[in-house]
């Protein structure tokens, strides 16, 4: 009798871690569907995907698509604009980095390089690049910014009511590139609700960081142009051309 106890104690025994170990993984996939759910939440709330969801370091590799000034655009950092400061980040396209960057909760769309690296001619990795001052970001313009732009509605450029003294706005339209002797000039077709031209920008001044995003979504013809309206174009020369005043455009996205 004594020995069939024993057999049936160690039996309970085994039984019971059995279920012990079947909860801990049964919690263990719970935890981790709970996480992937809250992080597609996340995508679902945000409009861009991120490499991490925590203030830190963060560190990966991709390939370089386009370079303006300080910013660089790397598919595999998703949902980032990585800026590196004091670099000329134009070497830097096309070529496969290596980037550890710091994340901030303040700044969610922004990964900022600490170090770069790049493959050597023999395939082994070197240091390019170190930070070794703050970042200055003095045309980025945050979701929350952008959200202060009013948008332009109803533009005519007969109407010069609808753009004058609005200082800060947005309008949708295509951006026109033009080869001139004195150089490179750019000029946005404002398109009405039918898409047909309702008038033409003059734009003075395109930032790095507005020209980044431009090349960025290079697949794009349109989109929307967010400006610093300046001063209206003499009627005379605005009946003819349909040039309804100058801007600059400090960012141009799809929303």
């Known amino acids: 009798m004594a020995n069939r106890t024993l057999i ?40 861009e995907e991120g490499l991490a969801i925590k203030e830190g370091i963060v560190e990966f590799e991709g390939v370089v698509k386009t370079a303006v000034g300080k910013y660089l655009f790397i598919p595999e950092a998703k949902g980032f604009d990585i800026v590196v400061q004091g670099l000329d980040t134009s070497t830097l396209v096309d070529k496969r980095v290596k980037v550890q960057g710091e994340y901030s909760l303040d700044r969610p769309s922004i990964l900022v390089a600490n170090t770069i690296e790049t493959k050597d001619e023999k395939g082994a990795w070197r240091n390019i690049y170190t930070r070794a001052e703050d970042v200055v970001l003095e045309d980025f313009i945050s979701l929350t910014e952008r959200e202060n732009f009013p948008v332009l509605e109803n533009l005519s450029y007969d109407k010069k009511d609808g753009w004058e003294e609005k200082g800060m706005a947005k309008v949708f339209g295509k951006l026109e590139e033009e080869a001139k002797e004195e150089g490179v000039t750019y000029t946005i077709v404002v398109l009405d609700e039918k898409g047909k031209q309702a008038g033409k920008i003059i734009v003075d001044n395109i930032t790095d960081f507005g020209l980044f995003y431009m090349k960025k979504l290079r697949l794009y013809d349109k989109f929307w142009f967010y400006l610093n309206i300046k001063e209206t174009v003499d009627w005379k020369i605005r009946r003819k051309t349909k040039e309804m005043f100058h801007a600059d455009v400090l960012f141009a996205g799809l929303f």
């Open 8 to 47: 049936s104690m160690d039996g309970k025994s085994k039984l019971n871690t059995l279920f012990r170990i079947f909860g801990c993984v049964t919690l263990a996939f719970l935890i981790i569907v709970a996480g992937t759910t809250a992080c597609k939440k996340g995508e679902e709330v945000s409009p």
